[in-house]
T-cell receptor, first 115, second 114 residues
Framework: AQKVTQAQTEISVVEKEDVTLDCVYE???????LFWYKQPPSGELVFLIR??????QNEISGRYSWNFQKSTSSFNFTITASQVVDSAVYFC????????????FGAGTTVTVRA | GAVVSQHPSWVICKSGTSVKIECRSL??????MFWYRQFPKQSLMLMAT?????????EQGVEKDKFLINHASLTLSTLTVTSAHPEDSSFYIC??????????FGNGTRLTVT
């Protein structure tokens, strides 16, 4: 069975601060995909990243960066110099490698960025 | 723009009535669609997977007779909540994929049963 744990329920920061969201996963598969999604108050899910399990290279996209540590089963997400528009719920998700459309989501972390 | 459209965005219905939610892929053929349910401040829980032209596969604990899923065409899947009750109030989100396309999510439907 697959399981994704996002231990942080809510995080509140002041604008321009960095914020790191933790994600720990469990799976019996040797190959799999990991995802991060953003859900703003409007409700839609915005895709941020997909990472396969055999690529442990960290990734940076603008103010977003991801740290994948297979040894600790973690896929953490950092927002650098946060902005008010970053306020949202962020979900980490996991899928089987051969079925990367069937996602198991974590509970989500609500990020509030105050001006 | 949105490639998966959900309708309605929100709906209020009386207890005992049925509600249909539509999920449409706008510019691709959605061979597979997924339906999720999200309670307030909680995660998305997969309810069922539907492949075009075949019966949906429901996740454990999801009542098939209560949540009817139809995927009759390559661009449309519907979720019907039958005999809705207040505990069915939730946010329902669909996602869709087609051959060679990434997974796209709809904007969700907020259902309130009074």
């Amino acid at each position: 069975a697959q399981k994704v744990t996002q231990a942080q329920t809510e995080i509140s920061v002041v604008e321009k601060e960095d914020v790191t969201l933790d994600c720990v996963y469990e799976t019996r598969d040797t190959t799999y995909y990991l995802f991060w999604y953003k859900q703003p108050p409007s409700g839609e899910l915005v895709f941020l990243i997909r990472r396969n399990s055999f690529d442990e290279q960290n990734e940076i996209s603008g103010r977003y960066s991801w740290n994948f540590q297979k040894s600790t089963s973690s896929f953490n997400f950092t927002i650098t110099a946060s902005q008010v528009v970053d306020s949202a719920v962020y979900f980490c998700a996991l899928s089987e490698f051969n079925n990367d459309y069937k996602l198991s989501f974590g509970a989500g972390t609500t990020v509030t960025v105050r001006a | 723009g949105a490639v998966v459209s959900q309708h309605p965005s929100w709906v209020i219905c009386k207890s005992g009535t049925s509600v249909k939610i539509e999920c449409r892929s706008l510019d691709f053929q959605a061979t597979t669609m997924f339906w999720y349910r999200q309670f307030p401040k909680q995660s998305l829980m997969l309810m069922a997977t539907s492949n075009e032209g075949s019966k949906a596969t429901y996740e454990q604990g999801v009542e098939k007779d209560k949540f009817l899923i139809n995927h009759a065409s390559l661009t449309l899947s519907t979720l019907t909540v039958t005999s809705a009750h207040p505990e069915d109030s939730s946010f329902y989100i669909c996602s869709a994929r087609g051959p060679g396309t990434p997974l796209h999510f709809g904007n969700g439907t907020r259902l309130t049963v009074t």
